[in-house]
């Protein structure tokens, strides 16, 4: 008499094959939950990271521009052990939210281990002295300036300058200058 196999259950329980597909299936449908979940747990990462990398550039970049629109005369910079460091005269006062003449200066310095992108105003005659950290873990920074063969470390005399720095293992850009 043949013998017939059965895959269907029977009052006596599951059969140890129906158990063996049984877990493996189990098995495979938690990776793939697993899987998708992790995928979608690194999107969302990525895309956090992406914004806030744009809105720290976004920020930055309208209070250097802001900055450089009301800039009075030519800036000067030059190299220090931590990138380019720039220095101008201006009317855009954050201390005292108005038009008044201060000195601006952006800078890296590293505080920690870390390296930091930093914004100092001052004017000796008021005491004023305000010291902002605009940026943290920032890389390499350079401000340039405009030339015939492109821009170039060296300060050339415009009222043009475009700053570089590096964020997020990113390179961002800002350019910005004087109105009149």
Sequence with gaps: MK???FIISTDRGMTLLEVLIALALSALVL???????????????????RLRGVMSYVRLSNLFQADLRTMIGLPSMQNTIFGTEITFKS??????????????????????????????ESEK???????????????ELKFLSPSEEGWKEQ??????????????G???IITGGRLL
């Design 31 to 49: 990776a793939g939950l697993y899987s998708s979940m992790n995928t979608v747990f690194s999107t969302d990462r990525a895309l956090d990271d």
């Design 3 to 5: 013998r017939k196999l």
């Design 91 to 120: 009317t855009h006062s954050l201390y005292s939210n108005s038009s008044f003449p201060v000195m601006v200066t952006y800078f890296v310095d590293k505080v920690d281990g870390e390296r930091y992108l930093y914004r100092e």
């Design 125 to 139: 005659k008021k005491g004023v002295n305000l010291r902002m950290r605009l940026l943290e873990k920032v890389g």
């Design 170 to 172: 990113k390179k961002w």
């Design 155 to 168: 300060f050339v005399g415009k009222d043009v300058v475009r700053m570089e720095y590096v964020y997020g």
